[in-house]
């Protein structure tokens, strides 16, 4: 039985990207290696613990890794995303809904804010800090400016983790992350299509640390 009134209407209701296990039995019908999957491959890079630090999620989409990163423990956490790439689907709803959710199940406050917005524009706002994680799972291949936008990540970023595939130009961010600063920490084959019937390339998370 779930718990929160009108939770499994508004799963069942909406187009979801990201697959999310909102507990007792309810899960949000994304794409299989998107969300909890994804999350799942992103804890080999990432302390059990986020206590006290700063989380950066670039192109979070309904914000499963901004509320998997304040339930860590992390103190701040700013999920960014841009409506213009689905412009259909409501992922400024689903970022509501999921944090809410999960402060009900939780019983307190997320540490979560959301920027409606292109990442490229918000890692070049003036002050922002130092992120102790910056994530770009699936998205930073979005952006039309990369170069511009690896430089401003490096000012902000202590650790960056990417999610990328040959397609979207891994050699082109393996080479600006170096350029900017970065070492590689560790990256792996996330053998997505595996657990998929679609046979196209694979992603790869990788793990850079200034
Ligand atoms: C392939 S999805 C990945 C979502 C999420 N990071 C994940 O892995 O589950 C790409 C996300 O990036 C967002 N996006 C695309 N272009 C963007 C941009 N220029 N700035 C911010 N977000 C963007 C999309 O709206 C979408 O949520």
Redesign the pocket.
């Known amino acids: 039985m779930i718990a929160i009134a009108g939770a499994e209407e508004f799963v069942k209701s909406r187009s979801w990207?990201?697959t999310i296990d909102f507990g007792d039995g309810l899960v949000s019908k994304g794409c299989d290696w998107?969300?909890e999957m994804?999350w799942a491959n992103m804890q080999r890079f990432l302390p059990t613990s986020l206590e006290g630090m700063r989380i950066l999620d670039?192109?979070?989409?309904a914000g499963?890794f901004c509320v998997k990163s304040a339930l860590l423990g992390a103190k701040e956490v700013i999920g960014?995303?841009?409506?213009g790439?689905?412009p259909k689907w409501d992922?400024v709803e689903q970022q509501k809904f999921v944090k809410e959710y999960f402060e009900e199940r939780c019983g307190k406050e997320l540490p979560i804010k959301y920027v409606s917005g292109?990442?490229?524009e918000f890692v070049q706002t003036p002050n922002l800090g130092q992120f102790d994680y910056v994530f770009a799972?699936?998205?930073i291949y979005?952006?039309n400016t990369p170069e511009e936008t690896v430089r401003a990540i490096s000012d902000i970023g202590k650790n960056v983790i990417l999610?990328l595939r040959e397609a979207n130009r891994i050699e082109l961010f393996t080479r600006l992350f170096k350029q900017y600063g970065f070492t590689l920490v560790d990256s792996f084959q996330e053998k997505c299509w595996e657990k998929v019937v679609r046979q196209t390339d694979d992603f790869y998370m990788y793990h850079y640390k200034k």
Do not use: H, P
């Not at 960014?80 to 409506?83: A, H, I, L, R």
């Open positions: 990207y990201q998107c969300g994804a670039l192109g979070c989409n499963l960014v995303d841009w409506n790439w689905r992922f292109k990442m490229e799972i699936a998205s979005y952006t999610r």
